[in-house]
């Protein structure tokens, strides 16, 4: 037990437990107002990053072949594309786009699940040490099997999930500052954008650190801390992007 317990393994789990809070408010906020795709999928964003937590958290004590899965699911492919698609439908007014492209995300989203889940994994390359956060950040690469499908739906996935959360937040807040309107979508865009890139920076970091050994133990933390910050960024930043108190759904009129 004293091996599990390093920074980024108490960091990770204060993010798990974090996100799970944080996803039951948003979602608590969509029942209220009963209507808003966004809100629905910023608390799916949430709840990812409470499962990627959680399987994490199983793996620091020891190999779990679903646990593994549902980490690299997502972490690595899932979580920014859901979270860019609620600021898509917050922000896009043009017919269908929002639907269209999200109805594209998902069924990326299932597909990959399905390859995830069905892939061999080389469990005998999992040898974390004290460290599993660290390891699996440096190293998990040598468990998943070479493959197309990981070269180009990685990149393609969160490539869109970057553009429509960060670009998107950036370009709603710049329009609505131009405008002199809305201030809280420029606060809470300017948020969401911060929020979505920390992590964003923290996986170059540690990308960075590869080249250079001496920083990967000071990368993984930044990394950690990058996420759990974020995360919390990306909440306060939906607060302020929908605006105003959650509004009830209306009650039925009597006949």
Avoid: C
Wanted: no cysteine; glycine share 10%; hydrophobic share 55%.
């Amino acid at each position: 037990m004293e091996n599990v317990l390093t920074p980024t393994f108490l960091i990770g789990v204060l993010t798990t437990v974090v996100a799970a809070v944080l996803s039951l408010l948003v979602f608590n906020r969509y029942r209220l107002r009963g209507r808003g795709v966004h809100l629905l999928l910023w608390g799916t964003g949430l709840a990812l990053y409470f499962v990627a937590g959680l399987s994490e958290t199983i793996l620091a004590f020891g190999w779990n072949d679903l646990a593994f899965r549902l980490w690299y699911w997502t972490g690595a492919l899932v979580i920014p594309p859901i979270l860019g698609q609620g600021t898509i439908h917050l922000l896009v007014r043009r017919p269908y786009v929002a639907p269209i492209s999200t109805i594209i995300v998902l069924t990326l989203a299932a597909a990959s699940l399905v390859w995830v889940l069905s892939i061999p994994l080389n469990a005998a390359a999992f040898v974390p040490g004290g460290d599993v956060a660290r390891f699996l950040t440096e190293s998990y690469r040598e468990i998943l099997p070479r493959s197309p499908v990981r070269s180009v739906l990685s990149p393609l996935m969160n490539g869109w999930g970057t553009l429509a959360l960060v670009g998107g937040a950036i370009y709603s807040a710049v329009l609505f500052f131009r405008k002199e309107i809305m201030p809280n979508r420029v606060i809470g865009n300017i948020f969401i954008a911060t929020g979505g890139l920390i992590p964003a920076l923290g996986g170059a970091m540690m990308r960075w650190a590869t080249t250079v050994p001496e920083l990967s133990e000071i990368a993984a933390a930044t990394k950690y801390v990058g996420i759990l910050g974020g995360l919390v960024l990306l909440f306060v930043g939906f607060q302020f992007a929908v605006g105003g108190a959650p509004q009830p759904r209306p009650a039925p009129q009597a006949a």
